[in-house]
């Protein structure tokens, strides 16, 4: 790992319910007291906002509060749909787009990935753009292609000042909930590509500051060989970040990478 603060989120997905949330916000924020170098975020479903926000509130916590989703336009006739506006007003300060479960289930496009990103950054929130390729992309050997398509297309339009709040999270497909992931030298190449092509976008300064987290079935048991590839700068946790003795280790792997401990 570099001298770039890592990031470790936690996406609840559609999972918990109040009762469970609230524990689990407790459980984090208490396992992770200590924690001061790595950036740790979590993203529980809208719902549970406020009440994680107060959880973390009451426990003077520097967790930060995500949300897994937005709507790009500012308010109006969108029946189901939450603006950047209404997730400030509820605390949040980074926000996923594109994961690839609204992709591949949710059908959303890069042209909508970008449309979101843009509104994320643009309200002052940070973005985390998620991309990663399907597991019949990386046979075919398309998985530079893909994830460079997916990157310039969610970037299209965004500023070198506004890309500053941007975090990548590569998340191959075929690992996501899989229990299979990538070994830490294919997740260390596709980061280092996608660090290659920030440079050529937005300059190497850029690029050298740019945190680009793995995402994919990381686990206690795999997380510290991935941290310590040189271009992974923490991770997006799906199904281990609803369990605290399975987060806050991870977490931990993170804050031992950043410290060279690995
Ligand atoms: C995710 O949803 O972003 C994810 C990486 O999930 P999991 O850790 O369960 O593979």
């Known amino acids: 790992m570099s001298d770039r603060k890592p990031i470790v989120g936690g996406n609840w997905k559609m999972n918990t319910n109040r009762a469970e949330s609230a524990e689990l916000a407790r459980g984090v ?60 007003d509820c605390g949040v300060e980074i926000v996923l787009c594109g994961h690839s479960e609204r992709r591949h289930v949710l059908g959303e496009s890069d042209a909508v990935v970008n449309l979101k990103l843009r509104a994320i950054v643009d309200s002052g929130m940070e973005a985390v753009l998620c991309v990663g390729e399907t597991l019949d992309e990386r046979i075919a050997g398309h998985t530079d292609p893909v994830i460079q398509r997916q990157v310039r297309a969610g970037l299209a339009d965004v500023t070198g000042d506004h890309v500053s709040s941007v975090t990548i999270a590569y998340e191959p497909v075929w690992a996501i909930g899989t229990g299979k992931t990538a070994t830490p030298d294919d997740a260390q190449s596709v980061h280092a590509n996608i660090r290659r092509l920030i440079a050529g976008m937005y300059g190497q300064d850029t690029a050298e500051r740019m945190r680009i987290m793995y995402g994919g079935s990381v686990k206690p048991s795999n997380a510290a060989e991935l941290f310590k ?13 609803l369990k605290v003795g399975e987060f806050v280790p991870i977490v931990r792997a993170a804050m031992a990478a950043a410290r060279g401990q690995v």
């Open 29 to 88: 924020v208490d396992g992770l007291r200590d924690v001061t170098n790595v950036d740790v975020a979590v993203f529980p479903p809208y719902p549970y906002l406020l009440a994680v926000r107060a959880i973390l509130r009451e426990r003077s916590s520097s967790l930060r509060l995500g949300a897994q989703d937005v709507y790009h336009k500012p308010d109006g006739a969108y029946t189901g749909e939450v603006s950047t506006e209404m997730l400030r």
């Open 229 to 241: 590839a040189p271009d992974v700068d923490g991770g997006l946790i799906g199904g281990a970040s």
